[in-house]
Nanobody, 118 residues
Framework: QVQLVESGGGLVQPGGSLRPSCAAS????????MGWYRQAPGKQRELVAA???????NYADSMKGRFTISRDNAKNTVYLQMNSLKPEDTAVYYC????????????WGQGTQVTVHS
């Protein structure tokens, strides 16, 4: 079992920055692909960014150049640096952990609210 706890969301003005983090339990964090997803009211959950155990990153097109995902395996933590935030970035941001086995289910955090509003 893996437990994911997000923190670091909040209210920010357009153009501002936030850096939510996701702390994971368990000793095999380093083997998981970690990701951030978001869900805005009335919309489907969508991928924001992901990082493999080898450090390869992947971003949704609208986040490229503004968001950076990183991980610290020593701290079992994944981060999402969000810059140049826009009102349309307002959503609940969820941390996701994909086990190395295709037969295992993903793990999800409880989500952290990010609101971009002047």
């Amino acid at each position: 079992q893996v437990q994911l706890v997000e923190s670091g969301g909040g209210l920010v003005q357009p153009g501002g920055s936030l850096r939510p983090s996701c702390a994971a339990s368990g000793s095999i964090f380093r083997l998981y692909t970690m990701g951030w997803y978001r869900q805005a009211p009335g919309k489907q959950r969508e991928l924001v960014a992901a990082i493999t155990r080898g450090g390869t990153t992947n971003y949704a097109d609208s986040m490229k150049g503004r968001f950076t995902i990183s991980r610290d395996n020593a701290k079992n933590t994944v981060y999402l640096q969000m810059n140049s935030l826009k009102p349309e970035d307002t959503a609940v941001y969820y941390c996701n952990a994909k086990p190395p086995s295709v037969y295992a289910s993903d793990y999800w955090g409880q989500g952290t609210q990010v609101t971009v509003h002047s």
